[in-house]
């Protein structure tokens, strides 16, 4: 394990109004080494992401007030923080891709602790910038118009910085770093949240499809990302 700056393992806002749920979360999450602050309601969690910068927000669907959705979207516009979304019932998962709210994992309630601490390592282990580009990877890659810096984490469209969360930039880089290769739901899913990563795999479109809204990337006849009809997904134009 890297990351850690701060002597713990990183700062956790935990959104959430029923507050023994909020909790036994936080009790999980403090043993994991995590600074762990709990708000009850959207405005307070809007204000306290945009003061502490949190390395993770663990955020209830169901708030008074501001529900949510609503934080998720206000956040996403200040932070790239990793956003774990708490929803009461599945079928909400569902609604909630589909509004492509930003967060990057969801858990239905009820979940165990213990799964929502294994998403959180899962989350952290993904790959980072190396300082001095000690990894064996290509450092950039180009593809026409986009060029992508690994370590810089950074893509380029026509020479316009294009603006990915970690999740997207991460989904692209996977993809990106074995051009030829068709990688499956389950192996990008590994590559990108981790191996200990339990839930829908078709959490992967979602953000592909992000991806490819912000690369402007008609999947029809993609330039970029394209799908394997029946494998999942790899890099370079369509036929
Ligand atoms: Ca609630």
Redesign the pocket.
Known sequence: MTAINTGAAGRVLIV???APLARVVASYLERESFEVEIVGNGIDAIERARETAPTLIVL????PGVDGVEVCRTVRTFSDCYIIM?T?RAEEVDKLVGLSVGADDYLTKPFSPRELVARVRAMLRRPRAVPGGAREQPRTARFGPLAIDFDGREVHLHDELVDLTRTEFDVLAALAEHPHRAFSRHQLITRVWGAGWVGDEHLVDVHIGKVRRKLDDDPASPMFVRTVRGVGYRMGPGE
């Open positions: 959430e109004d029923e209830d669907l169901g708030l708490l009461a």
